[in-house]
Structures are given as C-alpha cells and as structure tokens.
C-alpha cells in the first residue's frame, strides 16, 4: 500500500500509538490502514457419493481441478458466499450447506472455511472461471492435479470422515514456516479427537 485511499497522500509504516505492530499510517489525515486476513468459503458439492471438482481456467494454478470456493464479499454471510461461488465456477445449485472445515492459512493471511453441500440437481456447466465441471468418486479424484493444497487436505479428510462415517467440525492448519505450502498440524476436531 503506498498511497492514503482517503486522501491520496504517501503512507509510511509506523507503530499507532496504543498498538503493538506496523500499520500503514497517513501523516496528512491520520487514517490508519488496518490490513487484515481475507476470509475464503467454498463447499463440497455431492452427489451419490461423487463429488463435483472444477477445472481452473485463469491462474493461478490453470488447467487444476479445485473445489468451488471463493473471497466471501462484504455483506454476505458464508453460507450465501459458498453458495455465490458454486453457482458461478460450476453453475451449480446446493443445498442442506453443513460447516466441515476450517482452515489457517497464516502465510498468506487467509481463513478458509468449507462447507459440505448436497448438489440439487445434475444440471451443472463450466462457469467463466473454469474449463470443466466434473464429477468424481473417490477412486476418480486427480490427487496429483489439484490446484491448492488446502484443496487436497479437505478431500482427504472428508473421505476419510465418510468411511467412518461421520463429519465433525474441525480446524486444520495449512503453511511453513519454509513458505513451500506443506502441511504442517493435525486436524484436530472441537472434542480435542485427531483425524
Ligand atoms: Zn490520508
């Protein structure tokens, strides 16, 4: 951020009186720029134990199969953004929207949050941002083409909660202190139980 969106003037770092770390501060207006984590929804559409994948047609990672998922917009709640975000990648309609996982993506300051979903119908198409729409059973998924890998942990463990058959909310970490993406922490459920 180099320049105040309030008045246009240069921004330094500084310490806010009161505060602990480095904001983007405008000398001229005394705004201070608050920079906080963006917050991602997505879901995992099913159907008769097949889940529907999107094939990513801009970067990054063009040509990946990613689940639905996109930036939650002010004044949207994350249900109706998880929702948004499945209609536009894959034209697709869900309902019966359950909360499954959450994510910390601190390196790159993001919260993921999905949600698992059930596809109202089979009446789904290509959106803009994507080549292909598909579905997949388990033994179908293209582990080694999936774009993100906070897209690889929330199938692994959403197949891995269907044999056991149950789905408890939990938050898992994604990152490195190395910045290479690899998953680093168990995914541990709200009982304190790892899976
Ligand atoms: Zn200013």
């Not at 536009?88 to 949050?113: K, V």
Request: net charge neutral; charged share 25%.
């Amino acid at each position: 951020m180099k320049f105040c969106s309030n008045c246009g003037h240069r921004l330094h770092l500084a310490i806010p009186p009161g505060d602990d770390r480095s904001r983007f501060v405008c000398d001229a207006c005394g705004t201070v720029h608050y920079q906080n984590p963006r917050v991602v929804v997505g879901c995992i559409p099913e159907h008769e134990r097949r889940v529907l994948l999107c094939r990513r047609a801009i970067e990054p990672r063009h040509g990946l199969w990613t689940l639905p998922a996109g930036y939650l917009e002010n004044g949207e709640t994350l249900a109706a953004g998880a929702e948004r975000e499945t209609r536009e990648e894959a034209g697709a309609r869900i309902g019966e929207l359950a909360p499954y996982l959450m994510f910390n993506i601190c390196h790159i300051s993001q919260i993921y949050l999905m949600f698992r979903a059930g596809l109202m119908d089979v009446d789904f198409a290509a959106g803009r941002e994507s080549l292909e729409v598909k579905l997949f059973t388990e033994e179908e998924i293209p582990w080694n083409q999936i774009a993100f890998r906070v897209i690889s942990e929330t199938l692994k463990t959403y197949f891995h909660d269907r044999r056991r058959g149950s789905f408890p909310f939990a938050i898992g970490d994604i990152g490195t202190a190395a910045g290479d993406g690899r998953f680093i922490g168990a995914i541990a459920g709200l009982d304190g139980g790892k899976r």
